[in-house]
């Protein structure tokens, strides 16, 4: 299996900018989660879902930020507009056997 | 205050040195912990697993959990430069993990 599958690997964008990160999961794995990482705030959980249903979004920064996942193998994670303090590398894990597998990130920086 | 707290680091030990790494923690509820390594721009990986209290070893590592201080550590045994990482201490919650900032290690040859 190839693992989680991120893409952009890295996205540099200018302030109110429209970006879009995409996830693929490990097939068959039921959950997926998207983090922030930054030094300040560390590993921080935006939104995850179960079976494609969005669970808990209580991370979600602002309505700046959405997330879908329209079927088992995609999702993405929306920013718009973009804002600086947004930059950060971005997380998609799924979990399977109990286990979230993290893929490599997205290193996003706006300017 | 934070439901998971880690020393951020960095800790630097010289090859062949045991590492004691270490979170805390405020939940009770807490039963599931693990640890992840994550290599520099890699994403995190799981390295060890436990659950409730007690000890786990797995060759040169072993991951230990005291409940009652709601304390658990990774120790490592024989440092490598290969083990330079950072490490982040994971506790399951309802249906989320709650992760520790990590704490950067660095193994000098």
């Known amino acids: 299996d190839a693992g989680v599958i991120q893409s952009p690997r890295h996205e540099v964008t200018e302030m109110g900018q429209e970006v879009t990160l995409r996830c693929k999961p490990i097939s068959g794995h039921n959950s997926l989660f998207w983090y922030r990482q930054t030094m300040m705030r560390g590993l921080e959980l935006l939104i995850y879902f179960n079976n494609n249903v969005p669970i808990d979004d209580s991370g979600m920064p602002e309505d700046r930020f959405s997330a879908k996942m329209p079927n088992a193998s995609f999702s993405t994670l929306k920013i718009q507009p973009s804002e600086p303090r947004d930059s950060a590398v971005y997380f998609c894990?799924?979990?399977?056997?109990?286990?979230?597998?993290f893929g490599p990130g997205t290193r996003l920086l706006v300017l | 205050q934070k439901e998971v707290e880690q020393d951020p680091g960095p800790l630097s030990v010289p090859e062949g040195a045991i590492v004691s790494l270490n979170c805390t923690y405020s939940?009770?509820?807490?039963?599931?912990f693990m640890w992840y390594r994550q290599y520099s721009r890699k994403g995190p990986e799981l390295l060890m697993y436990t659950y409730s209290s007690g000890n786990k070893e797995d060759g040169r590592f072993t991951a230990q959990v005291d409940k009652s201080s709601k304390y658990i550590s990774l120790f490592i045994r024989d440092s490598q430069p290969s083990d330079s990482a950072t490490y982040l201490c994971a506790m399951h919650g309802t249906d989320k993990l709650i992760f520790g900032t990590g704490t950067r290690l660095q193994v000098f040859p």
């Open positions: 939940n009770s509820a807490f039963q599931y």
């Open positions: 894990a799924s979990r399977g056997g109990g286990i979230q597998y």
